[in-house]
């Protein structure tokens, strides 16, 4: 039996119900800082304030590629409880809807004792690979908003990133989390 099938069979969607495929991850974003790339004469070093605390906190995403749509939360860490708060409020964002999501293999992800809402079903990539998953980017581009800033405290820090987060339109997300292939599937399967 093809996986279409089991998965037809298993969550069959009912007469206008919309089908939405979302990429989720989390990130790490810390009083450490983060260090880029900065253009300096040869043979200087790039001079930059960090922090070497290592107090921290987690973003949880969701994205819709198709529609650059996004949901994001801040938890003060990852785990199986978080994953499925995370998950719980992603299904009460979109109720009506039946949410495919893309999601990495973390420990976190596939605990033995995981409620998974009824509209959810997980689509887990292959182990290794994040670079399949489009939210990669989003986390990526915040970083790059975030580099060489250093941040007194974690309320500070949450406070910028809920701010640039707040800043991201759909145009950019799309542009980001876009993949030709990914749209093209998406386009063909009619979602």
């Given amino acids: 039996m093809s996986a279409l099938l089991i998965f037809l069979s298993l969550y069959w ?5 919309k089908v939405r495929y979302l990429c989720v ?7 450490k800082g983060i260090k880029r790339r900065r253009l300096v004469r040869k043979g200087i070093r790039p001079i930059g304030k960090v922090r070497w605390q290592f107090k921290s906190f987690w973003v949880y995403g969701a994205v819709e590629p198709a529609s650059g ?15 499925e708060a995370f998950l719980g409020a992603l299904s009460r964002a979109y109720p009506e809807d039946l949410l495919i999501v893309q999601l990495d293999n973390g420990g976190f992800h596939r605990k033995a004792d995981l409620q ?12 290794y690979s ?34 640039e987060l ?12 876009g993949y030709p292939f990914l749209m093209e599937a998406l386009m063909r399967s009619l979602l």
Avoid at 13 to 17: D, F
Avoid at 169 to 176: F, G, I, P, R, V
């Fill in 166 to 177: 707040a800043k991201l339109e759909a145009s950019t997300l799309m542009s980001l989390t």
């Fill in 13 to 17: 969607p009912k007469p206008g119900t």
């Fill in 69 to 83: 749509e996004s949901q994001f939360w801040l938890f003060s860490h990852v785990d199986g409880e978080c994953f």
């Fill in 130 to 163: 994040p670079e399949v998953n489009p939210i990669e980017r989003v986390w990526l581009y915040l970083k790059d908003k975030l580099a060489w800033k250093a941040f007194e405290s974690l309320s500070q820090l949450e406070e910028k990133v809920s701010e």
């Fill in 25 to 31: 991850d989390e990130s790490r974003f810390g009083l």
């Fill in 116 to 127: 998974i809402p009824e509209n959810i079903f997980l689509l887990f990539q292959p182990p």
